[in-house]
């Protein structure tokens, strides 16, 4: 930049600085999904008024929350780094266990929660001690934690869903206050704001993009990047045990099958959202809007009627379309059009 | 929606079912709607896409998808588990008829459900226990294999073993194993199964891919003379049991329950009433009892 | 002076012993590093420089090495970098190691904390501090901008920063001015000076001798994993240095080369222009020059004058508009592969980015890209890829165990031949080299001018992109200047300076001014 | 090392030699995973020796020649720096367009075959065309094709099982030749054979390598890292449609179920194998034995009778330490025992 002369030196810098800001404003992962998000809305309510009744608008939100507060740690953790598969069969398996906790042992109802969240957090140290310690890939440990839980589900279970569940539980998965919305929701909305904050505003923050950017760089300005991953994977687990429980209380039952499934559907939502698998790059807010979009999309296809073997198909084109316009977006604004690769590192490029 | 089979003047009925592309889900559907469309309704499916992945979290924000838009005069919901119950709570709540199938839930025990139909799981698996025991001379070593666990495949088992050690006391039933949904993997499962157990002369699985899984295992295995029974009535298991390659099929009412909830739900949606429990046979066909069978899926176009 | 035997030893190390699975880097080095001194670390690509600072720095922790280390007197065990960050020691990485998505001012704190109030961070306070600090040791990055946009040298001028952002008592910088040009070589002497004045502490790795004798108090020059010799300021001699370092004497540092004949040009450049590219480069305008066989083209000027960008256009790894022409028959290139079939060929000037492979031992290294000639229908032949890595392993004295051995613990002499064997195995007629000597010992550099006047002696045409304005002044036959991507000044071999290139820069910089009427801003960034 | 003065040359270089030959050995990605693989058939061999019996050995391996035939092309497309998560749906899709070909269309079994392998070309086509010159990243881009396959396998079929087929291929199904095994394993054989000499000896592998390592380079080095890449994603996508077709011609019906859940079995038995998720190293035995060695796992688990809540978790315990192992294999015979990080780019250490 600074070979630009001919040009006066202050001006220059205070071009240089808005274009700085003007990169960083469309560099920001939010803004493509962002507007992905509002067209798709407004394609489907078009069409289809019904789209954003209330009724709809609260289905959506409330399975949102669910998987969101996954979504959360799992932003948190993939800053870091680093991302985890097993996140379904966690919140499955902390839904059971504390599901008997509270019936086969007769534990008070929030020591069966805590508990609950006890087990999650645990598979998540479990998680973070094998990668950060023993250096075992995440993509094996925690696909084969994703195994080891589906299976301890069954033990703990047998197999039979946890039922009946004391009256409470049936009571907080149906609670309606907020908009209808009720517990789930709630706990969503403050973990992210709480989580966006600590992403953004705090020296924590701070530092978990750091280990996420380059851990090189981490450990030479003395951040312990062990404890920043390992803090992520055990936060990302309570969270799936959260998620799972809210899941129970929804269903009122300890279902075996409780987040089966989610592991790839998360990771799906946060990177649409501007995550890089790679580390280091993405914001609370835009993983958070990718999830949303992908939950809108589903249920926007079945709003305006689309044939049940086609919605499938449609999710996948438009997941795949808003990430290509979010990259197309970034090449033409951060980029510019050459034609070689440039080490764009913001873009979430090749995960 | 998919299937809306639409005369503008008929009722809509909404079904809903999560895992809605197992291949035995994708029967009943075919049941469902072929039956709605002659009862002159407008109909609709919605679940979440997935042959494997039985998920009612990610399938009740559909339903409310299609709620939204269509006011629904009847809603009939797959109800193996207890966790769709609160569901079925709610539409009851909001005054909707709710229908199931597949599972006959004791009546009072479902708030809001207004009538299931469906064989009675417990009784088609004491069927399936007393027809293979008596094929057996009462005496032998059993295999017996799910597809998952599921509350209808658990009952199916319990209700078989339960039979079994009644009957046949002398009929040895190995520890449940799970084929998981993919025909490979299954088959293999399978395979290993036998050469861990050479004792074993009989297969009994829970699951409509089962017939295919054992008798591809008894062929890899070289136990030609296994007695395999399986579930469901789909053409190549029928053509399988009609070649030798597996002994009967426990003939679940898949087609027929739904075509039977299509008929409830509609009964409902105008205002009738209907019993409550409507349970459906699900015989056990072995050679000679297969041409009804093949009759009935040529006119479902099958 | 800060270096007489009077002030106390902030550094001592004794006996320290480090390995690597069967590498031994270093074989008991006793140090010493007064206070308030600039200490040398000086030693052949592979003595255990870099070892040596990492171990003073927690980066290969208290247990992975055997030895004692005193800091300020205080025997010190350091687990980790942060532990020696307790102890006030900073350090400055040998390779460039940033966070690319965050921005500069993100970077020169990462890890600290006081940025506002307790835990949080305040973006206003972050860029206050950082324009300050930038303030303090002059250099005019914008502390906004990301520090992917930035080019390698601001990159190092980052890390320094960051280095000196909590105040260190002793700073290791390991090779910080291998990226640099004499401008900003000097501005961060000043900048070390200061630091000096203020009390601070410096070890200082180059293998630049003639910085030594700039700003050096004293120095250790490293031989083997072993402390071959310790030369007071006194005592200060670049023959000495080498001769601590090698065992050797000093040769003749540019090896002789006379000019070529006239004859027509063997590569032929015309009004090449490269578009600014936001945040990747800043664009080249109407650059031409000829080069003819056998002879020497050097591109001299300061960081980011746009020499990269040159080399690159001409290898068709950015685009560009203008002519290209190969002896007389105009080119067109597009990708990497146009220019290889037209004879061309480019060292890049940045090895752990776009040089080597590093998941890939040595000898595939060198032949990747080069596999045609020794292979039939496409399958390589052992025997004959065996034989030419052997070959131009011996040719170029590439010292690596076998050509099995991962690149990767090559010391940064050995990669940089490594890559010149690369390049060279394709037998090129024309060869561009960007920074050929970076973090080059001075006996391998020496080899490197002898390689590179043997390829024009034997009729290659070579333009040469250096840093360091001595090394290209001696090294080429004919210099172009390149200041904000123009050729302001050209020069023959023995009529230029390092003065003249300087001023010649100077004087377009002053024209461009002149023409909008404001004062230059001075900046090392 | 290479300036050890004052030594012998020929002592020294022989014991280097040595070393060097020693270390390489241990270095080979395949190593420790056959141990695991030795260790593991040894313990289910003295529990049950039916374990070993030609028949199980025969379903083991059949199995393995399925999801294997992908697995030759997954390790390709890792070994260029790619992943490919749809893998599993296009063998389903193949499998069910070429049946309906055969049946719907009425087309000669070779010519519908051939339609099937067209199908998962063309995907594989798609896939690359999108990673490369949209740059959208892999793991979307194929997560959204698993999604748009799984959706037209229930297009084209309309969810039921393609069936009956021409007895040709059951007959292709049943064959029996070669130790009873019959095409698919012959297919297989002979697949990762040519693979293996590819990525071993040619320049076409070796081209293949620098572009996973560092398409940069690559690049500079004269390689089309473009072609690479899509060449590998049509290659995956055509075995993976052969082996969908395979399976289908066992089960003499084009099931829709078929393929569904390989995207993460596929990878994980590569990775365990040794194969780089980000890239430029792994070989074509190592990712093969790593495959085999899940399928001898979960074969041997219900052949010494383990219960079956018990299985998986034994499967996701195994492949955890199988790669655990290895790590530390690797950390303590290459990278010395140093604790910090070594840039020790040839082993998965973090994929
Ligand atoms: N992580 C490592 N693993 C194996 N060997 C290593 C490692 N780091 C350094 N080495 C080896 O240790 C020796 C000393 O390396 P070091 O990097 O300290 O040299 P240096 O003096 O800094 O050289 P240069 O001037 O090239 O930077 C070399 O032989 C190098 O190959
Ligand atoms: N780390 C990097 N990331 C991206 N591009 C780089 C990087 N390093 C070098 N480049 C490319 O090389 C060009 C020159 O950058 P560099 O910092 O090397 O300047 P220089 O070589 O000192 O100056 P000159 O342009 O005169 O050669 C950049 O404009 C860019 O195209
Ligand atoms: O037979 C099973 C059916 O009852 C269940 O609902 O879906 C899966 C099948 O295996
Ligand atoms: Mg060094
Ligand atoms: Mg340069």
Redesign the pocket.
């Known amino acids: 930049m600074e070979r630009t002369v001919g040009r006066p030196a202050t001006a220059e810098t205070s071009g240089r600085a808005m274009r700085d800001r003007l990169t960083r404003l469309v560099a920001v992962g939010e803004v493509g999904v962002l507007l992905a998000l509002v067209v798709i809305v407004a394609f489907f309510f078009v069409l289809e008024p019904a789209f954003l009744s209330e009724r709809n608008i609260r289905a959506i939100l409330r399975v949102v929350s669910f998987v969101g507060i996954i979504a959360i740690g799992q932003t948190l953790l993939l800053v870091c780094g680093e991302f985890d598969l097993s996140v379904g069969a966690v919140a499955g398996l902390s839904a059971v266990v504390s599901a008997k906790l509270m019936t086969a042992l007769a534990l008070p109802v929030p020591i069966a929660l805590l508990g609950g969240v006890a087990v999650g957090g645990l598979v998540g140290l479990v998680n973070g001690l094998a990668v950060v310690r023993l250096r075992i890939p995440a993509f094996i440990q925690t696909l084969g934690m994703l195994f080891i839980g589906q299976g301890l589900i069954q033990v703990v279970t047998n197999g039979y869903p946890v039922y009946p569940l004391p009256k409470v539980i049936g009571e907080i998965g149906m609670a309606g206050f907020v908009f209808g919305l009720g517990w789930s929701f709630v706990f969503f909305v403050v973990a992210a704001i709480s989580a966006d904050f600590v992403l953004r505003r705090t020296v924590l923050g701070r530092n978990m993009y750091a280990t996420g950017g380059n851990p090189e760089v981490a450990r030479l300005v003395g951040i312990d990047t062990a404890r920043m991953k390992i803090g992520a994977f055990v936060t990302v687990g309570m969270l799936a045990a959260v998620a799972g429980m809210f899941v129970m209380a929804d269903l009122s039952s300890g279902t075996t099958s409780i987040g089966s499934g989610w592991e790839l559907t998360v990771i799906a939502g946060v990177v649409v959202g501007g995550v890089s698998l790679f580390g280091g790059a993405g914001t609370m807010a835009g993983g958070l809007i990718g999830i949303l979009l992908l939950q809108v999309v589903t249920s926007g296809l079945v709003v305006i009627g689309v044939n049940a073997n086609w919605q499938q198909i449609a999710v996948g084109l438009i997941m795949v379309i808003a990430v290509g316009l979010d990259v197309l977006r970034r090449r033409t604004f951060i980029a510019g059009s050459g034609s070689e690769p440039p080490a764009e590192p913001a873009s979430p490029a090749k995960p | 929606g998919s299937g809306g089979a639409a005369l503008a003047e008929g009722k809509n009925i909404l079904w809903v079912q999560p895992m809605r592309d197992h291949p035995v889900h994708r029967l009943m559907q075919a049941g469902f709607l072929a039956k709605c469309k002659e009862l002159g309704n407008t109909c609709e499916v919605v679940g979440n896409p997935s042959a494997t992945n039985y998920d009612v979290s990610a399938s009740i924000p559909l339903a409310e998808a299609a709620m939204a838009r269509t006011k629904f005069d009847a809603i009939a919901v797959y109800g193996p588990g207890p966790e769709i119950y609160p569901f079925i709570g709610k539409l009851g709540q909001e005054g909707f008829p709710v229908v199931t199938w597949h599972v006959l839930p004791a009546e009072g025990s479902v708030p809001g459900l207004k009538a299931a139909t469906g064989e009675d799981i417990p009784s088609a698996g004491k069927a399936a226990a007393e027809a293979m025991g008596a094929k057996l001379g009462g005496k032998g070593v059993i295999a017996l294999t799910q597809g998952s666990s599921n509350d209808t495949e658990n009952v199916m088992s319990d209700s078989f073993r339960k039979t079994m050690a009644e009957k046949y006391p002398d009929i040895k039933i190995l520890d449940t194993q799970m084929e998981g949904f993919e025909p490979s993997s299954a088959e293999a499962k399978a395979v290993a199964l036998l050469q861990g157990n050479p004792d074993v002369n009989a297969a009994f699985s829970t699951t409509g891919n089962g017939i295919q899984t054992w008798s591809g295992a008894a062929r890899k295995a070289g136990r030609e003379g296994l007695v395999i029974v399986g579930m469901d009535y789909i053409r190549q298991n029928l053509d399988i049991v009609k070649a030798g390659g597996a002994w009967g099929v426990v003939a679940q009412p898949l087609y027929e329950e739904s075509a039977k909830t299509a008929e409830l739900a509609n009964h409902l949606a105008e205002g009738k009433t209907v019993p409550y429990l409507n349970p459906l046979p699900a015989a056990v066909l072995t050679a000679g009892d297969l041409e009804p069978y093949y009759k009935m899926l040529d006119s479902a176009g099958q | 002076m800060s270096g007489d035997t009077a002030s106390p030893p902030v550094i001592e190390t004794r006996a320290v012993v480090k390995s690597?699975?069967g590498?031994q880097?270093?074989r008991g080095v006793d140090l010493t590093v007064r206070a308030g001194e600039i200490h040398a670390l000086l030693?052949?690509?592979?003595?255990?420089?870099?070892?040596?600072v990492?171990i003073l720095n927690g980066v290969h922790p208290a247990g992975s090495f055997s030895g004692d280390i005193r800091v300020a007197g205080r025997p010190v065990s350091f687990r980790s970098t942060s532990d020696a960050r307790a102890e006030g020691v900073g350090y400055v990485p040998?390779e460039i190691e940033v966070l690319e998505q965050l921005t500069v001012a993100e970077n020169v704190f990462a890890g600290q904390t006081g940025l506002g109030a307790g835990v949080l961070v305040s973006q206003r306070r972050l860029e206050e501090r950082t324009r300050a600090l930038f303030a303090e040791i002059g250099l005019a990055i914008d502390p906004r901008a990301l520090v992917a946009s930035l080019t390698a040298a601001q990159r190092h001028l980052v890390m320094i920063a960051r280095a000196l952002s909590f105040r260190p008592r002793v700073l290791m910088l390991?090779?910080p001015t291998a990226s640099l040009s004499g401008v900003e070589v000097e501005r961060l002497f000043a900048v070390l000076r200061r630091l000096k004045a203020q009390g601070s502490t410096m070890i200082f790795?180059t293998?630049r001798l003639p910085e030594v004798l700039a700003i050096c108090d004293r120095a250790t020059v490293?031989r083997d994993?072993r402390v071959a010799a310790e030369i007071g300021r006194e005592a200060f001699d670049a023959e000495r240095f080498i001769f601590a370092m090698s065992g050797q004497r000093l040769q003749r540092l540019y090896p002789h080369h006379e000019p070529p004949p006239p004859a027509p040009p063997l590569l032929s450049v015309r009004n090449l222009t490269i578009a600014g590219r936001f945040g990747v480069n800043r664009g080249v305008s109407d650059v031409g020059f000829d080069v003819r066989p056998g002879e020497i083209l050097g591109l001299a000027g300061l960081l980011g004058s746009g020499r990269t960008e040159i080399l690159h256009a001409i290898y068709g790894r950015i685009p560009f508009a203008g002519e290209i022409a190969i002896a007389g028959r105009p080119v067109t290139i597009r990708k990497a592969g146009d220019a290889r079939a037209a004879g061309i060929a480019l060292l890049t000037e940045d090895r752990k980015r776009d040089g080597l492979l590093f998941n890939l031992p040595v000898g595939a290294n060198i032949t990747i890209g080069n596999l045609g000639p020794l292979a039939s229908r496409g399958i390589v032949s052992d025997r004959k890829e065996k034989s030419a890595v052997l070959a131009a392993m011996r040719s170029l004295a590439v010292k690596a165990r076998s050509p099995q051995s991962s690149v990767?613990?090559?010391?940064?002499?050995?990669q940089q031949k490594l890559l010149f064997a690369r390049v060279l195995m394709s037998g090129p007629r024309v060869l561009l080299l960007d920074e050929p000597t970076k973090?080059?010992?001075a006996s391998t550099r020496h080899e490197i001018y002898r390689l590179i006047v043997d390829l024009a002696e034997k009729g290659v045409a070579l333009v040469v992109v250096a840093s360091e304005l001595e090394e290209i002044i001696g090294i080429a036959d004919r210099c172009l200047v390149v200041a904000d991507g123009r050729i302001v000044d050209e020069f023959k071999r023995g009529e230029g300076s390092e003065d003249r290139v300087l001023r010649a820069v100077a004087a377009a910089q002053a024209a461009a001014t002149m023409a909008t009427a404001l004062p230059a801003s001075g900046r090392i960034g």
């Open positions: 690597f699975a590498v880097a270093l030693g052949q690509n592979g003595a255990g420089k870099s070892t040596l990492k040998q390991d090779e790795i293998h490293l994993g990767a613990h090559l010391s940064g002499g050995n973090g080059v010992d």
